[in-house]
């Protein structure tokens, strides 16, 4: 697509033979490209928060959704799938190297969202920057290694990209309070719930005991009951977690703290995959400008 660009010049001709100078004045027009969409391609695109992500690039502005990876639903129109009213006419395909040599050809700038598992995040990855693609990656309990390799990986290569352990605004928001009030009280503890039982503690429970624990402060030091499974389970510095898991519960965040004749607490809800899309889209349009690796959307509110 160009836009058409038209300007008024003035320009001066000077006549040797009349010794008499003259302006004329012309309109001259030129074609220009306007500035491309974000191609983006969505591998997971059928797991449920691959589909909101579908729906959510769709109706941003300056994004298009370019691809659809998955191993399920193979061959359908991403579109349908989500349920939106119209087709995409993308059909979702398993080979991420077809999609992305597409795109490398088009020499527009693209994206890939992982939302696939943890053992395949390093060859996504790779298979991305060989063809000069970023990356956001939001796959929880990838490990820190895997982080490390993917690091070194992007600094070879000049090539960014994004390794968001939660695209939750709330949850982030939640971490840097918590972070803030660790500065001030010594006795601290996290509740969660959950309608299921994987990964427990959760991602956003290892983050936050993580966060607090690297601040050099020894939590919850005046408790006696060290042992008893019933407190919970220890995590960094003395940090307990206590997870609550009840089918139909919301997941739920609540970080207590607690100093001399008061309580403090934080809590966060998630009701919907929903809540994780403005983080998803912000996530697209930063790692755009990396040319390294970022771990953490925070870095950037």
Avoid at 135 to 152: F, N
Avoid at 237 to 258: A, E, K, N
Wanted: aromatic letters at 4%; charged letters at 15%; a neutral charge.
């Amino acid at each position: 697509m160009a836009a058409l660009s038209c300007q008024f010049h003035s320009t001066n001709y000077f006549n040797s033979q009349n010794v008499k100078s003259r302006n004329k004045h012309f309109t001259s027009c030129s074609a220009q490209p306007t500035q491309s969409n974000i191609k983006v391609v969505v591998n997971g695109a059928a797991k449920e928060i691959g589909r909101a992500a579908i729906i959510a690039v769709t109706k941003a502005r300056g994004m298009e959704v370019a691809g659809a990876v998955d191993t399920n639903h193979v061959g359908e129109d991403i579109g349908k799938v989500c349920g939106m009213e119209e087709p995409l006419e993308i059909p979702i395909i398993n080979d991420l190297t077809m999609v992305l040599g597409s795109i490398s050809q088009s020499k527009a700038t693209g994206v890939v969202v992982d939302f696939t598992d943890p053992s395949s995040v390093y060859d996504n990855v790779k298979q991305a920057t060989a063809f000069g693609m970023k990356s956001v990656v939001y796959v929880p309990r990838i490990k820190l290694d895997t982080v490390a390799a993917l690091s070194s990986l992007c600094e070879k290569a000049s090539m960014g990209v994004l390794v968001a352990p939660t695209l939750s605004i709330g949850s982030i928001l939640l971490q840097q309070a918590a972070i803030s009030a660790s500065f001030h009280y010594s006795n601290v503890e996290i509740v969660e719930s959950k309608a299921n039982a994987n990964d427990l503690p959760s991602a956003d429970a290892n983050q936050i005991a993580n966060n607090l624990s690297n601040l050099g402060k020894i939590y919850n030091t005046g408790d006696p009951s060290t042992d008893v499974l019933a407190r919970g389970q220890v995590l960094g510095d003395g940090i307990r977690v206590h997870s609550l898991v009840l089918p139909g519960l919301p997941s739920s965040t609540t970080v207590h703290f607690s100093g001399p004749g008061e309580i403090y607490s934080i809590r966060h809800d998630i009701t919907d995959v929903q809540c994780l899309m403005p983080g998803l889209l912000l996530a697209i349009r930063k790692v755009v400008r990396l040319k390294n690796l970022v771990y953490g959307l925070e870095k950037f509110m």
